[in-house]
């Protein structure tokens, strides 16, 4: 079983950065797929961004693209989310997640963190 443990948010002003970590431990087998979602406040869970833990292709929701980097460290077991330019709707909290696939990912993730609040004034 694959855990994940989220680190990283905290309070940041409008058009600044920040950098999440998700520090993965336990068995991951090729084609598995590591993702950020994140939830704010009365509404439902979003997928960010993803990679193959393997190939290290990568995709992006529209919302983030181009602001967000998502990024993986063999030797450390991390996962990165880098976030740039960052606006006040972005404010929420930050899971990492993983799968088998991305179809997975996408629907139903096996692995979540505890989730890291990330809060942008404005």
């Known amino acids: 079983q694959v855990q994940l443990a989220e680190s990283g948010g905290g309070l940041v002003q409008a058009g600044g950065s920040l950098r999440l970590s998700c520090a993965v431990s336990?068995?991951?087998?090729?084609?598995?797929?590591m993702g950020w979602f994140r939830q704010a406040p009365g509404k439902d869970r979003e997928f960010l961004t993803g990679?193959?833990?393997?190939?290290?292709?990568?995709r992006y929701a529209d919302s983030v693209k181009g602001r967000f980097t998502i990024s993986r460290d063999y030797s450390k077991n991390v996962v990165d989310l880098q976030m740039n330019r960052l606006k006040a709707e972005d404010t929420a909290v930050y899971y990492c997640?993983?799968?088998?696939?991305?179809?997975?990912?996408?629907?139903?993730?096996?692995?979540w963190g505890q989730g890291t609040q990330v809060t942008v004034s404005s």
């Open positions: 997640a993983g799968a088998l696939g991305w179809t997975s990912l996408s629907r139903s993730p096996s692995s």
């Open positions: 336990g068995g991951i087998v090729s084609n598995y797929v």
């Open positions: 990679i193959n833990w393997s190939d290290s292709t990568t």
